[in-house]
């Protein structure tokens, strides 16, 4: 009895021991490389405020910070360089403070400068990227200086394509990047004389204006249909942008090449309906008619004239 | 010469005609976009939209003055339905459109002051004016206003089933349709019911 006991008890301890260590691993495994070392850092570049010791002055002084060089630390710790330290892209004179004014002149990598050629992130077609963006607005309107961190912030940017996200996650993430400069008129003016234009007015003429921005991307409409990249980076000048409503909503939708190709295969198994990936998050009309329900409507509606008309029949037969 | 009954009042006619329309363009435009494809168009797809929304409204706004009118004049004596051999009647009526009528039998319930439809009719009548149309236009109504459909509905998106819901309806709507005017035909002579329903008299 006792001998039972004990053993149950050893059992359990030694089952909660491994457990919690494999707990600790794993948590161990995504406490981010360079953490400790970009604490320094954040300790200013996280807060609207900082205080410092003034050598001069000899007092503790308290600033506030450039609103453009705020980081959330929680964004930049989900991004894609989680593991970087601050000053694998910054220049290590930083880690002194008062930095150096000349510092801010030093020039900014792009995502080519340091994932062009590497075999190890082929799979995101980088230079096809870039040559795409190149023949973008953004880039033949622009100056060399719309670079991709314009859109893509290096501090928080997420894959969220290659990732396990919703389609309304994707939408929202994608959308908010355009937003971040066509709907914010101070940033849009960093790089353009002209004011920005109302995003509802421009787009009045779609129906329901609000649930289209929640349920596709800005880029379903803005970029070439010839794009066959992952994610579409040629965004057209507004004449040419995508106002057919049938694209998208018809049976051959064009979203299927688009948004929705980055369903899992598992989800589009079709029970009868059309373009049955969409059904997952959503509805489009035109898009996601079932060819049960279709066939069964024909019979019934055939039926019914085939009914009338042999009624006609007999009724002239009869008269 | 039969007798002349004034059975249509000119509210009923109004709303009849404003309703027969609104149906129509609702039917067209919704098989438009339910069909909508980049190959061929029935009618232009944000035109289509735009008339279904602009019919829908009218729609809503008509079926919530049938009720009242309905209420308010009495009218609605004639849409009250007596179970008590109601399946019986029923049959009666079917047996007359299917072989009655054609051996020249005179209809079993004949239009009369208090009796302004059949059985068949009646029953009819009140399933889609009272069931269904009330579910067309509250289901048409959350797609205009899809922010106050529930998102998931047992797996299944709350949009997807309300928009299927609401083309299944609109489509029991065109068959009801399609019979109503085929049995309207049924008049001596054929067009004596499309008569009465333009100058309210039954003849």
């Known amino acids: 009895m006792f001998n039972k006991s004990f053993l149950s008890i050893t059992l359990l301890i030694t089952l909660c021991c491994v457990f919690n260590v494999m707990v600790a691993s794993e948590t161990a495994e995504k406490v981010p490389a360079k953490f400790e070392e ?105 100056s060399e200086d719309f670079t991709c961190w314009m859109c893509h912030d290096p501090h928080s940017y997420r894959p969220m394509t290659h990732g396990d996200h919703t389609i309304t996650e994707i939408v929202t993430y994608h959308n908010n990047t355009c937003k971040r400069c066509h709907n914010n008129s101070y940033n849009f003016q960093l790089i353009s004389d002209s004011l920005k234009p109302a995003l509802e007015s421009i787009h009045e003429f779609l129906p329901n204006f609000e649930l289209h921005f929640a349920s596709v991307r800005c880029i379903e409409c803005h970029t070439s249909e010839l794009d066959t990249l992952w994610v579409h980076h040629n965004i057209l000048p507004k004449e040419e942008a995508r106002r057919n409503c049938v694209e998208c909503h018809s049976s051959n939708t064009v979203l299927l090449g688009s948004l929705y190709k980055y369903q899992n295969l598992e989800v589009r198994k079709s029970r009868g309906f059309v373009n049955s990936a969409i059904l997952n998050e959503a509805y489009l009309i035109g898009a996601n008619r079932n060819e049960y329900v279709n066939l069964l409507s024909f019979i019934i509606f055939g039926l019914t004239l085939a009914g009338i008309a042999f009624h006609i029949i007999l009724r002239i037969l009869k008269k | 010469m039969s007798e002349k009954l004034y059975l249509y009042p000119i509210w009923l006619r109004v709303w009849h005609a404003i309703n027969a329309l609104v149906i129509l363009i609702l039917i067209a435009t919704g098989i438009s976009l339910q069909y909508s494809d980049a190959n061929f168009e029935l009618l232009k797809f944000d035109i289509s939209v735009t008339f279904h929304n602009i019919a829908g409204y009218i729609m809503a706004i008509n079926y919530l003055f049938f009720v009242i009118a309905n209420f308010k004049t009495g009218n609605v004596r004639f849409y009250r339905i007596k179970l008590k051999g109601l399946i019986k009647k029923l049959i009666k009526q079917a047996n007359y459109y299917a072989f009655g009528m054609f051996k020249g039998e005179k209809t079993p319930y004949p239009i009369t002051k208090d009796r302004k439809f059949n059985p068949l009719q009646k029953v009819t009548y009140v399933f889609f004016m009272f069931v269904i149309v009330p579910f067309l236009i509250v289901s048409g109504l959350a797609l205009l206003f899809p922010e106050f459909i529930i998102p998931r509905v047992a797996g299944f998106s709350g949009i997807q089933l309300t928009a299927m819901l609401h083309a299944a309806t609109g489509f029991l709507i065109s068959l009801f349709l399609v019979i109503h005017i085929y049995i309207s035909t049924t008049g001596k002579p054929i067009s004596a019911n499309f008569k009465s329903i333009v100058n309210g008299y039954h003849e």
């Open chain 1, 38 to 142: 970009n604490k320094h850092c954040f300790q200013c570049h996280s807060q609207q405020f900082y205080t410092f010791d003034n050598p001069v002055s000899e007092k503790k002084e308290r600033k506030a910070m450039n609103p453009n060089f705020v980081y959330n630390p929680q964004e930049f710790y989900k991004g894609v360089h989680r593991n970087f330290a601050c000053t694998d892209c910054h220049a290590p004179e930083y880690e002194s403070f008062p930095h150096n004014a000349e510092l801010r002149l030093e020039p900014k990598y792009a995502c080519i400068d340091c994932h062009g050629g590497d075999p190890e992130y082929e799979k995101y077609h980088f230079e096809a990227v870039e040559e795409d963006f190149n023949k973008s607005v953004h880039a033949t309107r622009h």
